[in-house]
């Protein structure tokens, strides 16, 4: 009986090691769940429906991959299915965010296969070897559109023209 107990004592030390998350696993959960804890007031911490109530008002600001996760969460209107639960309740308790990942893991797998897209250096890039992919990404991420944009150098064109305004900026 002794041996049996040692051996699944073991087991689940094993098990949990290999279900914890791995340096730069969930990236987008993990960060998009400190984002948004970092929001909440004091008042609100503490109440799951609440912070549900929040998590919603935060996901119809959100774009890109963030919006992905409040698509899986259920933070969206036109969400299929809704686990905000298992956000809420750690986060009421304060449980660290990749903690709160794991078991959001193990709700809905492809919550942590969402990866941020790597981010373009706009002073060291040379946008002649861009996509055109990459090149509307950027106009995109400045909420910015190129009307009657058909080639390449015409989204070239657009982005050095806007440059000025958003080099400024340290999101790119």
């Known amino acids: 009986m002794y041996k049996l107990s040692i051996n699944l ?18 990236e987008v959960c993990v960060k998009t769940v400190e984002k948004f804890a970092a929001t909440l007031s004091d008042n609100v911490k503490n109440d799951p429906k ?33 686990i905000l639960g298992e956000l809420s309740k750690p986060l009421s308790w304060s ?4 903690k709160i990942c794991e078991k ?17 250096d706009l002073n060291n890039v040379d946008l002649k ?11 995109n991420d400045w909420d910015e559109v190129c009307d009657g944009c058909i080639e390449k150098t015409d989204f070239i064109k657009r982005i ?9 900026r340290s999101d790119l």
């Open 104 to 120: 959001l893991r193990k709700k809905d797998a492809q919550i942590c296969d969402l990866r941020f897209d790597k981010q373009i």
């Open 50 to 82: 609440k912070i549900e109530a929040e998590f919603k008002k935060f996901c119809k600001g959100s774009k890109n991959k963030e919006n992905r996760f409040c698509y899986y969460l259920g933070g969206l209107e036109e969400s299929a299915t809704g």
């Open 129 to 139: 070897k861009l996509k055109v992919r990459d090149l509307k990404k950027i106009l």
């Open 160 to 168: 050095e023209e806007l440059k000025p305004k958003y080099m400024g």
């Open 95 to 98: 449980m660290p965010a990749d």
């Open 9 to 26: 004592l073991l087991f689940a030390a094993v098990l949990q090691i290999t279900l914890a998350l791995k340096e730069g696993e969930c």
